[in-house]
């Protein structure tokens, strides 16, 4: 019996921490919520629950507890200081957050220390990653050349369920969601690299068509140059990652992000009519807020934005809560109060990679596209906690098992990380529908 030390027992932690029990492991899982250490444990004999700040402690953890393996399920700011404890006490690590320079900057003293660390492994990233390197070796197995990439990924409300007029709720931390409005993203078109800053690309959305689901709004999420290289795709003309979303938010997101309204910097907001905050950004009175709203934005009072607004009570008198220092915590806090699941409502993820291929003999591209449909189960875990907790715990278990062994760190781009993972991922009903047609 192997002994793992889970970090963090948030939304996405019970699939994880109870597949790895169901493996024969002994599980410590550290958070500052009793009810999230109670609901991610089950009260499952070889679990065990540690209240505590599982970020600031983690040294102390790693030191006491002697784990064989790490999970690190807390925010991405975490990430690089456990990836440091974790290379210092030789444990291997695992989690679904990107890597960033700090983690790479550890990438030859892993190696050296013979110890594995598999980053990016969740849904997004991480079952796309999978996915789509598996479809690269394919390619290659023609003889083909990519012409093009694009790979989308959204976690929304299922249609039932699909109940307020923002078309969202929330599957994890408001503060994550509304941190990624202004984001920056990058997507090559043609060979050249186009670079949308700053929440711009909220300016370039595109429609997409799933199969049984109807349309959605895409925009691009991140920076996709890296993954020509990532992919082993260096040919590729046209390289698209982007984000799934019901029809109107990306206007929406534009309104908020042209208001300042995702600002983290602090202000005296305590107390003061939500109705208030506008009329500061907008520079009117507050029985003014409506007409200005309108006038800045070019919009009029029948938009789906204006009553989007209205809806979240942007326009009304409440008082905003003292809790809240900066415009980006009044959002989280109406958020947080509104566009959330009942405990019996479903919600769904949809992941989609498509490849155009030029085959050597044929005079048509091939298109190779991999589309995962996943729901969450009513009164039980959600898709996204699913879909995103049970890759690290299955990485987790195949490098105790010795299944995975190479040293270093290491995105799921390796067959001896993909194949075993998308191969249990299946038997836990979480597969791709594969398809290839001539185009």
């Known amino acids: 019996m192997k002994s793992i030390l889970v970090l963090g027992a948030g939304r996405v932690a019970r699939p994880c921490v109870q597949y790895l029990l169901g493996k024969g492991h002994a599980v410590t899982a550290v958070d500052l919520a009793q009810k999230n250490l109670d609901q991610v444990l089950g009260g499952h004999p070889q679990g065990t629950g540690l209240l505590g700040d599982a970020g600031r402690e983690a040294a102390a953890l790693v030191a006491t507890r002697h784990p064989d393996l790490v999970v690190c399920l807390l925010p991405p700011r975490f990430m690089g200081p456990v990836a440091r404890i974790c290379l210092e006490a030789r444990v291997p690590l695992v989690h679904p957050a990107y890597l960033d320079e700090e983690q790479r900057s550890l990438s030859a003293g892993f190696e050296a220390a013979g110890v594995t660390m598999l980053p990016e ?18 390619i290659r197995s023609l003889g083909g050349r990519v012409r093009s990439f694009r790979s989308l990924c959204g976690a929304l409300p299922a249609a039932e369920a699909n109940t307020n007029p923002w078309g969202y709720k929330l599957s994890w931390a408001p503060e994550s969601l509304i941190g990624a409005s ?11 690299a186009v670079h949308r800053p700053d929440g711009t690309t909220y300016r370039h959305p595109e429609l997409e068509e799933i199969e049984g689901l109807g349309w959605f709004e895409v925009y691009a999420n991140g920076d996709s140059l890296p993954y020509r290289e990532a992919y082993g795709i260096p040919e590729v003309r046209d390289l698209y990652r982007g984000t799934l979303r019901y029809l109107g938010w990306c206007e929406t997101i ?7 309204l995702v600002s983290g910097e602090p202000e005296d907001l305590g107390g003061i009519p939500l109705r ?22 070019g919009l009029e009072r029948h938009s789906a934005v204006f009553l989007r607004f209205a809806w979240l009570d942007f326009f009304s008198r409440r008082p905003i809560p003292t809790s809240c220092a900066t415009p980006q915590d009044v959002v989280s806090w109406l958020f947080g109060e509104k566009l959330v699941y009942t405990p019996e409502e479903r919600d769904l993820v949809v992941l989609r990679d498509q490849f155009l291929v030029e085959v050597p003999g044929s005079a048509k591209l091939l298109r190779l596209r991999s589309t995962l449909v996943d729901f969450g ?23 105790l098992q010795g299944r995975i062994r190479t040293p ?6 390796l067959p001896e990380i993909y ?21």
Do not use: K, W, Y
């Not at 194949?419 to 791709?432: D, K, N, R, S, T």
């Open 377 to 399: 189960e009513p009164g039980g875990d959600s898709s996204v906690a699913r879909t995103t907790g049970l890759p690290p715990a299955i990485g987790a278990h195949l490098i």
């Open 254 to 260: 534009c309104a908020m992000n042209r208001l300042r």
């Open 121 to 138: 492994l969740g849904l997004d990233p991480g079952i796309d990653h999978m996915s789509a390197a598996r479809t690269v070796r394919r």
């Open 419 to 439: 194949e075993p993972i998308l191969e249990e991922l299946a038997a836990q009903g979480v597969a791709l529908r594969e398809e290839e047609t001539e185009v």
């Open 408 to 413: 270093g760190i290491h995105t799921p781009v």
């Open 276 to 297: 208030d905050l506008l009329a500061r950004r907008l520079g009117c009175g507050s029985d003014q807020v409506e007409g200005a709203f309108c006038a800045a934005l």
């Open 182 to 192: 202004l984001r920056s993203a990058a997507v090559l078109e043609g060979g050249l």
